[in-house]
């Protein structure tokens, strides 16, 4: 399934991920407190006025307003806008890279639920189950599709080997200690494990090995400007799903760099 490629693709999928990034802004703020994404309707955090549909135009909207509410005229947090922002410009890289097909549609849903878990991780060092599991629940639904539309079937067994080996290894780390990485991070790898390696265990491998630097290198950075001790708690799943998403949209270069020199040895 190939519906639309390049610039027309970016396009769709950039304008349909501004309207997923205003629902992750959604999951990312009722999710942890144990609150329905559903209803009510989105409201001011300030005085609880109902925001009406022209006020909720991804972006454009907090543009138009300055950052304000329209009612009670309190600011809105930048960070709404910049979510969305940010999902639409994955969205539309995924366009560019895979166009809109089964691949694009299974690294979007990913990319969505990754931006939404990642700032959850940020925030409250949580990797909620109900937003891992309905990530994981589509984007199996997704590949499934592409495997029989595509009779892909080695996708999807490197996707599931992909998903339970790191599953398996964090598990294990877990399971030793659980201080060390939290069970919420071991759902996480089996998700970015299956999402990843339908596009191949090498972008899987390096989804990790870019989450382990980038947890590492601010680790040492805040320990060594003070501003963290050694057992201070960082929001790993942060580090994950960036790494995640790296890979999927700018890892080729590298998983092609690596297969040729093995294939040259």
Known sequence: MLLASGALAALILGVFGLLVGSFANVVIYRVPAGRSVVKPPSGCLSCGARVRSFDNIPVVSWLVLRGRCRACKAPVSPRYPFVEALVGVIYAVIGLRFGISWTGVGEAVLAGGLVALAFIDFDHLLLPRKVVYATLTILAVVLVAGTVSGNQWHRLLIAAI?????????????????????????????????????????????GFIIASVLGSVVGVTMIALGKAGRRTPIPFGTFLATGAVLA??????????????????
Not at 163 to 176: G, K
């Open 162 to 206: 992909s998903a339970v080996v790191p599953w398996a290894l964090f598990f294990a780390i877990n399971f030793v200690s659980p201080k060390a990485l939290g069970f919420g991070d071991v759902r996480l790898a089996l998700l970015i494990g299956f999402g990843l390696g339908w596009l191949g265990a090498g972008y899987a491998f390096l």
């Open 248 to 265: 999927a949209l700018c890892g080729a270069p590298v998983v092609n760099w690596y297969a040729s020199t093995i294939q040259v040895h």
